[in-house]
Each structure stands twice: as structure tokens, then as C-alpha cells.
């Protein structure tokens, strides 16, 4: 199967180019890759029949500042999947598409077992611009008669993980890391590998699902299995009380202050999603996270 893959030099992009290393595969980064182009920017010139392409280039794991801040996701979220789409339709169509997009299309901070057929409310830059992504992507393959795919991630997890787990990890490390209330909310969240390994089976069957490890570890059993891991105590604890009242000066500290409100309510709140229509479909049946979760040396 000759396979085109955006975003080959992220956390996800590089485990998924090297899951389907034995199929004909073309990375497309800004960069590096096969195919070098900024697809914010963009329409890249493709001079070659895909059956399948598998979008993960993506801007996440930043929170927007700024104007400018806010305006790059739109750019690279959605500007960069139209011109990929362009691109396509410039020279060959693929047979399959797949999707990456993320759970933050729902918008909720507080919710158990959420499933695809939920609302999309999602009002912050990150999550309206996958929404927009995902119909660009939706439109696209229902006029061309592709098989379209759309996979909602939740926390992504593996051995040297971006964004807020790989803060985690270096917090646990280097012993300034706390768990808030016990940190026993729950939080869904998959192995990295897992999706690269299922993606094929997804590919060929098409749809919109949300994929998770089935089990929701809260912060407390993530946090004990990255401490045992790195050969640290299990990290303390700060009460609530303490917490809300260290996030109410952060309101007014702004980003000076590690805790806000904001932040408090996401850490002492359980989201969770449903993942049992993709086990249905293509038999999901992924690694429990605190069972295939290995720290990469490095840390």
C-alpha cells in the first residue's frame, strides 16, 4: 500500500510512519521528509497515486496569548488541511483518508463517557479549529467518494510525550510535582502505539470514532506508575482548599502563576469518553496505559 503521512517529525506522525514502515510510505513535514512544505502556507505539488493519506500535522499543546497565537491555529489546523485537500485535487485522488482530530471537538471539561454522537461545542481556538478541519475533511470525501476517517484522541501517551504529560514527567522528576485533592479524577487517555496499530483497520472501514484505553487512569495511578518509573516517592499531595485558594491569586497573577481557576477545575474534574463503537467496528482493543506506558530513558 503506498501511504502519504503529514506530520512525520511530531510525537504521533513519527510512531505511525514507523508502524506502517513496511507499506510504500511518504512523509510530508515543513522541514524534513519526502515531501517538504508548510501546508499552512502552502499547496503542495503531488506527483504521486496514494491509497491511503493519513493527516497528522496539527498545532496543539500551546495555549493562545496572543491574537497572532490564535489566528495559528486556524492557519495550520485548517488552512494547512484545505491545501492538503487541494493538493490531492490537483493531482490523485487517494482511496482513504484518515484524519487525526481530538476530543477537545466536544468542548466539555466536566463529562464521563462522552461519545461521538455528542454535540460538538467545543469554544476555544484548538477545538473550533479541528470542528472546521473535520468538515472540511467530511465534505471532501463525501464529494469524492473516499473513505473518510476521523479519529477523536484524547491525552496521547508514550515513552517521550509532548505537551502536558511530558511537564508531568520532568514535575515528577525533578520533585515539584503535587497531586491536587488526591488526584483521583479520571482522565481519558491511549498509547501512541495503539492507534498507530489500529489505524489501518480504521482506515479501511471509515467513520468518526473516539479512542481511549477503555480504563481512564486518574492522576494519582499516572502519577505512581511515572514516580516507580523513574525511581522517585509518590508525589504529595495539596488539598483542595489550598489548591482553589492558590488558583484565586493566580486569576489575577496571570501567567506568572503555575494554578488558576481554569486549570483547577480541568485537574479536579473527570472526562472521560466512550470508545465502544470503535471496538465494535474494527475490534479496538487496545493496551491499558498504565500497563503499556514505559518512560523513554532520556528522561
Same mark, same amino acid.
Given at each position: 500500500?503506498?501511504?502519504?503521512?503529514?506530520?512525520?517529525?511530531?510525537?504521533?506522525?513519527?510512531i505511525?510512519?514507523?508502524?506502517?514502515?513496511?507499506?510504500? =510510505?511518504?512523509?510530508?513535514?515543513?522541514?524534513s521528509?519526502?515531501?517538504?512544505?508548510?501546508?499552512s502556507?502552502?499547496?503542495?505539488?503531488?506527483?504521486?497515486?496514494?491509497?491511503?493519506?493519513? *493527516?497528522v500535522?496539527?498545532?496543539? *499543546?500551546?495555549?493562545?496569548?496572543?491574537?497572532?497565537?490564535?489566528?495559528?491555529?486556524?492557519?495550520?489546523?485548517v488552512?494547512?488541511?484545505?491545501?492538503?485537500?487541494?493538493?490531492?485535487?490537483?493531482?490523485?485522488?487517494?482511496?482513504?483518508?484518515?484524519?487525526?482530530s481530538?476530543?477537545a471537538?466536544?468542548?466539555?471539561?466536566?463529562?464521563?463517557?462522552i461519545?461521538?454522537?455528542?454535540?460538538?461545542?467545543?469554544?476555544d481556538?484548538?477545538? $473550533?479549529?479541528?470542528?472546521?478541519?473535520?468538515?472540511?475533511?467530511?465534505?471532501?470525501?463525501?464529494?469524492?467518494n473516499?473513505?473518510?476517517t476521523?479519529?477523536?484522541?484524547?491525552?496521547?501517551?508514550?515513552?517521550?510525550?509532548?505537551?502536558?504529560?511530558?511537564?508531568?514527567?520532568?514535575?515528577?522528576?525533578?520533585?515539584?510535582?503535587?497531586?491536587?485533592?488526591?488526584?483521583?479524577?479520571?482522565?481519558?487517555? =491511549?498509547?501512541?502505539?495503539?492507534?498507530?496499530?489500529?489505524?489501518?483497520?480504521?482506515?479501511?472501514?471509515?467513520?468518526?470514532?473516539?479512542?481511549?484505553?477503555?480504563? *481512564?487512569?486518574?492522576?494519582?495511578?499516572?502519577?505512581?506508575?511515572?514516580?516507580?518509573?523513574?525511581?522517585?516517592k509518590?508525589?504529595?499531595?495539596l488539598?483542595?482548599?489550598?489548591?482553589?485558594?492558590?488558583?484565586?491569586a493566580?486569576?489575577?497573577?496571570?501567567k506568572?502563576?503555575?494554578?488558576?481557576s481554569v486549570?483547577?477545575r480541568?485537574?479536579?474534574?473527570?472526562?472521560?469518553?466512550?470508545?465502544? $463503537?470503535?471496538?465494535?467496528?474494527?475490534?479496538?482493543?487496545?493496551?491499558?496505559?498504565?500497563?503499556?506506558?514505559?518512560?523513554? $530513558?532520556?528522561?
Open positions: 500500500m503506498r501511504v502519504l503521512i503529514t506530520g512525520t517529525s511530531g510525537f504521533l506522525g513519527e505511525i510512519k514507523t508502524e506502517l514502515s513496511k507499506n510504500d =510510505v511518504f512523509d510530508l513535514n515543513r522541514f521528509g519526502f515531501y517538504q512544505v508548510d501546508l502556507k502552502n499547496i503542495p505539488d503531488l506527483d504521486k497515486k496514494f491509497d491511503l493519506v493519513i *493527516h500535522a496539527g498545532l496543539a *499543546h500551546l495555549v493562545p496569548k496572543t491574537k497572532k497565537q490564535i489566528e495559528q491555529f486556524y492557519k495550520v489546523n488552512s494547512g488541511t484545505f491545501n492538503l485537500l487541494e493538493g490531492l485535487d490537483r493531482s490523485f485522488l487517494p482511496k482513504m483518508f484518515v484524519y487525526i481530538s476530543v471537538v466536544y468542548g466539555e471539561t466536566n463529562a464521563e463517557l461519545n461521538e454522537e455528542s454535540a460538538l461545542k467545543a469554544d481556538p484548538y477545538g $473550533k479549529s479541528k470542528i472546521d478541519a473535520e468538515k472540511l475533511v467530511l465534505n471532501w470525501c463525501e464529494r469524492n473516499i473513505t473518510c476521523i479519529l477523536r484522541l484524547p491525552l496521547l501517551v508514550g515513552s517521550n510525550p509532548p505537551g502536558n504529560l511530558g511537564d508531568m514527567i520532568n514535575g515528577i522528576k525533578s520533585g515539584y510535582y503535587f497531586n491536587i485533592g488526591g488526584g483521583f479524577s479520571k482522565k481519558s487517555m =491511549v498509547l501512541a502505539v495503539d492507534v498507530a496499530k489500529f489505524i489501518l483497520k480504521a482506515a479501511e472501514i471509515g467513520g468518526i470514532y473516539n479512542l481511549t484505553d477503555g480504563y *481512564h487512569p486518574s492522576f494519582f495511578e499516572l502519577s505512581n506508575i511515572i514516580s516507580k518509573q523513574l525511581g522517585k509518590t508525589p504529595m499531595n488539598p483542595k482548599q489550598i489548591a482553589i485558594l492558590i488558583a484565586f493566580g486569576d489575577f497573577l496571570g506568572k502563576s503555575p494554578l488558576n486549570k483547577l480541568k485537574i479536579t474534574s473527570d472526562l472521560t469518553f466512550d470508545d465502544s $463503537k470503535a471496538r465494535k467496528a474494527f475490534g479496538w482493543n487496545p493496551t491499558a496505559v498504565l500497563k503499556g506506558f514505559k518512560i523513554s $530513558k532520556t528522561y
